[in-house]
């Protein structure tokens, strides 16, 4: 594994990245399991990259989203190749951005099939029908989460820019609590 700098100055200096292969699974895992739209590819990402491999921090996390929300096209798919490139350079962002639409080129190419080939099939549309609840709850409950992580990191950055120079201790321990809170 190498060490590569991957967070703001709130962050460790540096942090492990997988090796190649590693992130190819994990990529791979994160391309199965992202479906219900930006908000729930998203949530799968955080929750994989960040909270259970820990190869980015959530600063590094959020600051890219954000980035990425500013840049016109689908800022899932530019979140996956960012992160791709910021553990692997080009490799990683080109394995990651195709990994990541991989599922859904698949399945769009094995409807068509169905379609082409049978027409209106009422089992497919009974399936696409059940799934509309589960797909709904996955990105209400994505939505929340990062929401709610965001909304914590913005009251603290607004509200120490509403402090005084006067009260430089007490905006000290307020960044504190604020960073504790992350």
Same mark, same amino acid.
């Given at each position: 594994?190498?060490?590569?700098?991957?967070?703001?100055?709130?962050?460790?200096?540096?942090?492990?990245?997988?090796?190649? +292969?590693?992130a190819l699974r994990v990529w791979l895992r994160v391309a199965a399991l992202s479906f219900?739209?930006?908000?729930?590819?998203?949530? !799968?990402?955080? &929750?994989?990259?960040? #909270? #259970?491999?820990?190869?980015?921090? #959530?600063?590094?996390?959020?600051?890219?989203?954000?980035?990425?929300?500013?840049?016109?096209?689908? #800022?899932?798919?530019?979140?996956?190749?960012?992160?791709?490139?910021?553990?692997?350079?080009?490799?990683?962002?080109?394995?990651?951005?195709?990994?990541?639409?991989?599922?859904? /080129?698949?399945?769009?190419?094995?409807?068509?099939? !169905?379609?082409?080939?049978? +027409?209106?099939?009422?089992?497919?549309?009974?399936?696409?029908? +059940?799934?509309?609840?589960?797909?709904?709850? /996955?990105?209400?409950?994505?939505?929340?989460? !990062? +929401?709610?992580?965001?909304?914590?990191?913005?009251?603290?950055?607004?509200?120490?820019? &509403? &402090?005084?120079?006067?009260?430089?201790?007490?905006?000290? &321990?307020?960044?504190?609590?604020?960073?504790?809170?992350?």
């Amino acid at each position: 594994m190498q060490e590569i700098s991957a967070a703001p100055a709130a962050t460790p200096a540096s942090r492990v990245f997988p090796s190649i +292969g590693q992130a190819l699974r994990v990529w791979l895992r994160v391309a199965a399991l992202s479906f219900g739209g930006p908000a729930g590819q998203i949530a !799968v990402m955080h &929750r994989i990259i960040v #909270e #259970e491999k820990r190869w980015v921090s #959530e600063a590094r996390f959020l600051h890219a989203l954000n980035y990425c929300m500013l840049l016109p096209g689908p #800022e899932a798919q530019q979140l996956a190749t960012y992160i791709g490139w910021l553990m692997h350079g080009t490799l990683g962002g080109v394995m990651a951005g195709g990994l990541f639409v991989l599922p859904g /080129i698949v399945a769009i190419m094995a409807l068509s099939y !169905v379609y082409a080939a049978f +027409g209106n099939v009422p089992l497919v549309a009974a399936l696409f029908f +059940g799934l509309k609840p589960a797909v709904l709850a /996955i990105v209400l409950e994505a939505v929340l989460r !990062v +929401g709610k992580r965001a909304s914590r990191t913005m009251f603290c950055l607004s509200s120490r820019r &509403r &402090r005084s120079p006067a009260s430089s201790s007490s905006t000290f &321990r307020f960044q504190s609590s604020c960073l504790a809170r992350l």
